[in-house]
């Protein structure tokens, strides 16, 4: 049984003339989760040194295969993806990514399926094309020219996101706090207030409504409980800090804020 759909996913490059280029495809298909590449008469797999491009992706060179012909590569494959920027005379159906992707995991508990890429400079010649079953453009602006690895890269996201195979979990902050109770809410609301007294905030303004909308700002923010304490803090101080001043004879410093309703 597979782990994962995208392990019934085969990248196939055609003739790819550069060594860097097949070490960033081998880069992108481990970031994405997919393991099984295939070289189609393409530059002689350099293991050592792609390894150093690509760190810790001796995993997917380990099962790299080498082939002279494009129909060897496909065996098996029940469903063919092939990428193309180029418009053919042929009047072939040319999906997205996001649409590739969706057919292409509809097939794979099927048999493999199998991304299709050219060479750098040319890209996949008609007879490659008529091996396929769904041609893919990817969406660009006028220039359409993308490296070999982008283009993989593309194609294996929209797989990856499509698959939910987000396998690279992402870890909590080292100090994650709890969410503030009510309590310790409703107490940071009422420090602030007093802050905003001490600064004559709600001279001209209507105490009501700024409290109001500060309410919803700190809401749609949903600070954790350290963080509202931290703001919480902040307001005591400000408070403290005019009240000294006060005590001790010295005019708070006025400050030029502007008005609102």
């Known amino acids: ?3 994962s759909l995208l392990d019934g996913v085969r990248v196939v490059l055609h003739q ?15 970031n994405m989760g997919v393991s099984d590449l295939w070289l189609v008469d393409a530059v002689p797999l350099d293991r050592w040194r792609v390894a150093g491009i690509a760190h810790g992706t001796e995993d997917i060179l380990d099962r790299v295969r080498q082939c002279e012909s494009l129909v060897e ?8 993806a ?22 292409l995991l509809a097939r794979v508990r099927e ?14 010649p008609n007879e490659a094309l008529d091996l396929a079953n769904l041609h ?16 993989v890269m593309v194609a294996l996201y929209e797989l990856h996101v499509a698959a939910g195979d987000a396998t690279r979990v992402i870890a909590p902050p080292r100090k994650a706090a709890p969410p503030p109770d009510f309590e310790a809410v409703q107490q940071f609301y009422r420090d602030l207030e007093l802050a905003l007294e001490c600064v ?10 700024i409290m109001r909308s500060l309410r919803a ?8 409980a350290r963080e509202l304490s931290l703001l919480r803090a902040i307001a005591i101080e400000i408070r403290k800090k005019l009240e000294r001043q006060a005590t001790h004879g010295s005019a708070a410093p006025s400050l030029d804020l502007p008005s609102s309703d």
């Not at 159906?93 to 590739?100: D, F, H, I, M, S």
Request: glycine letters at 4%; one cysteine or more.
């Open 1 to 3: 049984m597979k782990r």
């Open 16 to 30: 790819t003339q550069d060594l860097v280029n097949v070490a960033a495809v081998v880069r992108a298909m481990k």
């Open 73 to 80: 590569s496909l065996h098996e494959c029940v469903l063919v």
């Open 82 to 103: 092939a990428f193309t920027a180029r418009r053919r005379a042929a009047k072939w159906r040319v999906v997205t990514p996001r649409e590739a992707a969706a057919e």
């Open 111 to 124: 048999g493999p399926v199998a991304l299709l890429f050219g060479r750098e400079d040319r890209g996949l």
């Open 136 to 151: 893919v453009t990817i969406p660009t602006t006028e220039y359409a020219s993308l490296n070999l690895a982008q283009a």
């Open 200 to 209: 004559d905030f709600f001279k001209t303004r209507n105490r009501e409504h």
């Open 217 to 224: 700002i700190t809401s749609r923010a949903s600070p954790d």
